[in-house]
């Protein structure tokens, strides 16, 4: 019986190592393995990021109330805008980043929503250019899908015309040149197809405009983007 327990005492010894040393292993194992699925996880939201920057351009459309005093008294008009969008992007990390754009915003009576018919046919046109500072979070371990939202500020210039009051042969078209601020959210999907809802503060907003004659609304709308 002596040297059954010596044998079992330098059996448990001999092993005690041996399993320690399996244990180790597993533990350094999964150690590497978390390691490593940090480390892919990192470098896709790498490769994801410089996959976000690049050009861009898209279009959309849009609304904006037109207040106005001609001849034929005060009126207000709400015509569909047609909007174009391009330029070029630049992220600083997978959720914030720096756009360069330029913008045109194309509007005339003839598509518009109003309770009576227009007195008269006009046309309505925005070019700005800017920058923009968009913030998003990311949807999936991807990221590749963002929601967030964006900001921006820029100059622009707005040119409204009719065959009535403010006719161009009269020169008494409105022409106006100042800052235009914009905001918005944006879905980012697969990082190359963004979705804008959003508005602009032109400068003929009737907080920037000191026209009693004519003034605009905020000018709303929903643009499309496609990321080259």
Do not use: C
Request: hydrophobic residues 40%; proline residues 3%.
């Amino acid at each position: 019986m002596r040297f059954l327990g010596l044998l079992v005492y330098f059996g448990v010894v001999w092993l005690t190592p041996s399993l320690q040393a399996q244990t180790d292993s597993k533990k350094f194992l999964k150690s590497l393995q978390k390691e490593a699925r940090l480390y892919e996880r990192l470098q896709n939201k790498q490769k994801q990021r410089m996959a976000k920057d690049g050009g861009f351009f898209g279009m959309g459309f849009g609304m904006i109330g037109i207040k106005k005093d001609s001849k034929q008294g005060k009126s207000q008009t709400f015509p569909i805008v047609l909007s174009f969008k391009g330029g070029y992007q630049s992220y600083f990390s997978s959720f914030i980043g720096l756009k360069v754009f330029a913008a045109l915003d194309l509007a005339t009576s003839v598509a518009n929503w109003d309770f009576n018919k227009p007195p008269s046919n006009s046309f309505f046109g925005v070019a700005s250019a800017g920058l923009e500072i968009p913030i998003e979070f990311s949807l999936t371990p991807s990221y590749q899908h963002f929601l967030g939202f964006y900001a921006g500020v820029g100059g622009g210039a707005v040119i409204y015309m009719d065959n009535d009051q403010f006719q161009m042969r009269n020169k008494q078209e409105i022409k106006t040149f100042g800052v235009i601020i914009q905001a918005g959210a944006a879905l980012t999907l697969f990082s190359k197809h963004r979705i804008e809802v959003g508005f602009k503060i032109l400068p003929t907003n009737k907080t920037l405009l000191a026209s009693k004659r004519f003034e605009t609304s905020q000018m709303f709308n929903v643009v499309y983007l496609y990321k080259f």
